[in-house]
């Protein structure tokens, strides 16, 4: 039965980011998607990495231990031991998931604190978690999209799709992105309104569609 990982990370309760992500998943239940493991990052925030960490790395490259399965072998201190029992429970559910959403908004050009944390706390080297899916619900204040101004200040969306690609091996990451929120409250921006109702309707209809056609996806 498919399993979808579900992330958010933004710092507001009610956020387009999260709105997305709802949608996504909620059409993905009706389209006959299986279980969903739910995470809120940002009210439950992950620890940010230690030494410990570091030195699990270490060894994992050391030994050559690529095999997620065969990570804890790579655990030998009370340091490493207490690093992986925060480790241990975030990386089983990534793993487990056939489809991972993440609920990204943009802050400062970049993602939320609370995602690059759990970023750091599941990511190993030489990792390989292909042929899994990844999702993001983006919403930014501003527009970013090819060819438009600001798109070489993106280091969110483009650092995600490289991140999955040069980490975990996933190439055909998707990025479902609701643009010119801040036009709701920015009277520089206030012109632009329609185009922010527009793109995010158009997110709505792409999150709804994107879980459909995921809803029977397996990694077997």
């Known amino acids: 039965m498919p399993h979808l990982l579900h992330l958010d990370s933004s710092a ?7 709105r997305l992500g709802a ?10 998607g299986g279980t969903v493991t739910y995470r809120d990052l940002a009210a439950e925030p992950v620890p940010p990495i230690g030494e410990a960490w570091t030195r699990i ?10 095999d997620i399965d065969r990570y804890a072998e790579a655990v030998r201190t009370d340091e490493e031991r207490a690093a992986w029992a ?3 429970p975030l990386l089983a559910e990534l793993v487990a998931a056939d489809v991972v959403l993440i609920g990204a908004p943009m802050y400062n050009f970049g993602v939320p604190a609370a995602l690059k944390a759990w970023i750091d706390q599941v990511t190993f080297p030489k990792m390989v978690l292909a042929p899994r899916k990844f999702v993001v619900a983006s919403a930014r204040g501003g527009a970013y999209g ?12 483009r650092y995600l ?11 055909d990451a998707e990025i479902i992105s609701a643009e010119l929120v801040n036009a709701r409250v920015d009277p520089a921006l206030a012109a632009r309104l329609d185009e922010h109702r ?8 792409a999150a ?9 996806f397996t990694c077997s």
């Open 198 to 205: 527009e793109s995010s309707a158009d997110a709505t209809r």
């Open 23 to 32: 949608t996504f998943a909620t059409a993905w239940r009706t389209a006959g």
């Open 161 to 171: 799709l490289d991140f999955f690609r040069g980490h975990y091996a996933v190439d």
């Open 12 to 18: 507001r309760r009610d956020s387009f980011s999260r």
């Open 86 to 88: 925060v480790i241990e």
């Open 208 to 216: 709804r569609e994107l879980a459909e056609k995921l809803a029977h």
């Open 57 to 66: 790395c270490d060894t994992l490259l050391r030994e050559g231990i690529t």
């Open 146 to 157: 090819p060819g438009l101004p600001r798109e070489p200040y993106d280091h969110q969306g």
